[in-house]
T-cell receptor, first 116, second 114 residues
Framework: SAVISQKPSRDICQRGTSLTIQCQVD?????MFWYRQQPGQSLTLIAT?????????ESGFVIDKFPISRPNLTFSTLTVSNMSPEDSSIYLC?????????????FGSGTRLTVV | GENVEQHPSTLSVQEGDSAVIKCTYS??????FPWYKQELGKRPQLIID?????GEKKDQRIAVTLNKTAKHFSLHITETQPEDSAVYFC?????????????FGTGTSLTVIP
């Protein structure tokens, strides 16, 4: 299955600052997805990142707050901008290489963000 | 859009017993249903999946069943072991390699008591 490297694994940030999270996939994928997971909660989709076009954001998430880049088929970044304590969460990227016999999403290891 | 409901939210079983987690979905167009296991502090890992053209799939102690008519699918773990303790998420999607998004259930925290 695909391997996704995500960094940083954790960070403690001051409110009002921004953090950029990076995900690198070991194979080319059309779509990459960014999720937020509060402790003990399910995964909430933030946006879908398609290479060569603007990311598609889910209700409640906007580009100014969570700008996403997708410069090629193996890499994506998510920036959490102008952070507040409410942004403290785990952020995960995922992708599905869609290879025969291996369809499910693979997730990055997650970024645990604490905003103080 | 799709709405996936998952029950129970917590489940405790004795080691060796079976565990069953159930999910329902709302969109009849959904045709791919993966299950993920997430251990504490780790990423979700795909453990089994099923497509709508089959009613059941088994992989050793884990099985998934699908009832398209009723729009529900279930995860069955037999002969549970302490290492099965984790949070399990079901999901539903239209297509499995199209890049369509997955809709996740709310999760079930499974504890296997030695």
């Amino acid at each position: 299955s695909a391997v996704i490297s995500q960094k940083p694994s954790r960070d403690i940030c001051q409110r009002g600052t921004s953090l950029t999270i990076q995900c690198q996939v070991d194979s080319q994928v059309t779509m990459m997805f960014w999720y937020r997971q509060q402790p003990g909660q399910s995964l909430t989709l933030i946006a879908t990142a398609n290479q060569g076009s603007e990311a598609t954001y889910e209700s409640g998430f906007v580009i100014d707050k969570f700008p996403i880049s997708r410069p090629n088929l193996t890499f994506s970044t998510l920036t959490v901008s102008n952070m507040s304590p409410e942004d403290s969460s785990i952020y995960l990227c995922s992708a599905s290489p869609g290879r025969v016999g291996n369809y499910g999403y693979t997730f990055g290891s997650g970024t645990r963000l604490t905003v103080v | 859009g799709e709405n996936v409901e998952q029950h129970p939210s917590t489940l405790s079983v004795q080691e060796g017993d079976s565990a069953v987690i159930k999910c329902t979905y709302s969109d009849s167009a959904s045709n791919y249903f993966p299950w993920y296991k997430q251990e504490l502090g780790k990423r979700p890992q795909l453990i089994i999946d099923i497509r709508s053209n089959v009613g059941e799939k088994k992989d050793q102690r884990i099985a998934v069943t699908l009832n398209k008519t009723a729009k529900h699918f279930s995860l069955h773990i037999t002969e549970t072991q302490p290492e099965d303790s984790a949070v399990y998420f079901c999901a539903a999607s239209i297509g499995w390699n199209t890049g369509n998004q997955f809709y996740f259930g709310t999760g079930t925290s499974l504890t296997v008591i030695p």
